[in-house]
């Protein structure tokens, strides 16, 4: 059987570039060598396309002196432009026909839909979610909107733009009128807790405004849900999607932020925690609901609360890149149903090749 080539892109311009960077080691070495021949392309955080030539070079971060280029064509010849780089010149390029891509790629120009778009375009087959949904799912308002429709409950919120902050006193009072402290502030566009906090009263409201319009023009206010912080991971398309068990965060700090995901040791991961009856069948249905809602395809991490005083279901957020780092909850949870990274990885790719 001839091998075929499969571009795997990591890194990206957004705030989750070095996420990206451990995450792709992870799925780089699940990938079956017999079938498939792998070109590792890293977009520096400066947005220069170029190819590692080595797993090690991702690990130790050389990758970024790279002297060769790799860009995907947006001709619609499935192929990749790779040569030499010569200053703000590329030479002795080449063309290089591409079967597959898988994006490891998180937050802004990597998960939003603009590089699916990119792939739509060159029509190369890819992993994971299409334009549509990584664009409406990044996007945690407009998510928030089609999640209204589906009458599964979801925190309260606020919506913000980052020009209503020239009257800060009409916004705070917005906010105050609708919800309690606290309240979370997040960017309505940043991954992995980036921008996100926890403001208690108002004048920590103003600082969390002031540091979510750092990271977005969009910002959400919501009512904090006090609970549990539960993860259902998706697998499939259409009637095909189907949902793991149920994973429990346990994080180190006041809430789950980019620290306590990625750096502490002290967060830790529970799969298959102990809930009242039912709740696992309800959050596996939800995540599935709201997946197809958005148009999912190939893979999302669905995150909900179990609020402590009524034990009732509350969705947080979807993601449709989530990590796969060494702790991340996306594989351990699909492993602990027969998926090891090897199956898991070597179906997100065949899948690809479903999509109409």
């Known amino acids: 059987m001839e091998k075929k080539n499969i571009a795997v892109i990591f ?7 070095e996420i990206s960077c451990m995450s792709v080691v992870t799925i780089a070495k699940a990938i079956d060598e017999q079938k498939y021949n792998t070109y590792l392309i890293g977009i520096t955080e400066e947005g220069t396309w170029l190819l590692a030539d080595s797993m090690a070079s991702i690990e130790d971060g050389s990758w970024r002196q790279s002297k060769k280029s790799a860009i995907i064509s947006p001709d619609a010849k499935g192929e990749m432009i790779v040569g030499m780089v010569e200053g703000n010149t590329v030479t002795n390029a080449e063309r290089v026909k591409i079967d597959v891509v898988f994006p490891v790629l998180h937050g802004m120009y990597g998960e939003d839909g603009t590089i699916q778009g990119l792939f739509e375009i060159a029509g190369i087959p890819y992993v994971g979610c299409g334009v549509l949904a990584s664009a409406a799912a990044m996007d945690k308002f407009y998510t928030k909107l ?15 733009l980052k020009n209503q902050l020239t ?17 979370f502030v997040k960017p309505s566009k940043a991954g992995s807790s980036k921008g996100v906090s926890k403001a208690e009263d108002r004048e920590g409201l103003i600082s969390a ?10 910002i959400l206010v919501e009512e904090t849900i006090f609970g549990r ?3 259902c991971a998706v697998l499939g398309h259409d009637k095909t999607a189907r949902a793991s068990g149920v994973g429990e965060i346990l994080a180190a700090a006041d809430f789950y932020d980019f620290d ?3 750096y502490s040791g002290e967060s830790k991961t529970v799969i298959g925690p102990e809930l009242p009856l039912g709740v696992e069948d309800e959050i596996r249905k939800d995540a599935v609901s709201i997946f197809n809602a958005l148009d999912g395809f190939g893979l999302s991490r669905v995150d ?11 969705f947080n957020e979807i993601n449709t890149l989530p990590g796969f780092t060494s702790i991340s909850m996306y594989p351990m949870l699909w492993d602990a ?5 090897k199956k898991l990885v070597d179906t997100l790719i065949e899948m690809s090749g479903e999509r109409e």
Not at 146 to 160: E, F, G, M, S, W
Not at 209 to 218: M, S, T, V
Not at 337 to 341: L, P
């Open 11 to 17: 890194g990206g311009r957004s705030s989750e570039h």
């Open 146 to 160: 089609i999640v209204d429709t589906l009458n599964i409950r979801q925190a309260k919120y606020v919506p913000v």
């Open 167 to 183: 009257d800060m006193d009409e916004v705070v009072g917005r906010v105050e009128a609708e919800l309690d402290y606290p309240v």
């Open 209 to 218: 405004l002031n540091i979510a319009a750092e990271h977005d023009y969009k």
């Open 229 to 231: 912080e539960l993860e």
């Open 260 to 262: 306590a995901k990625y």
């Open 304 to 314: 909900f609360f179990l609020e402590n005083e009524t034990n009732e279901v509350v």
């Open 337 to 341: 149903k027969g998926y090891d990274i």
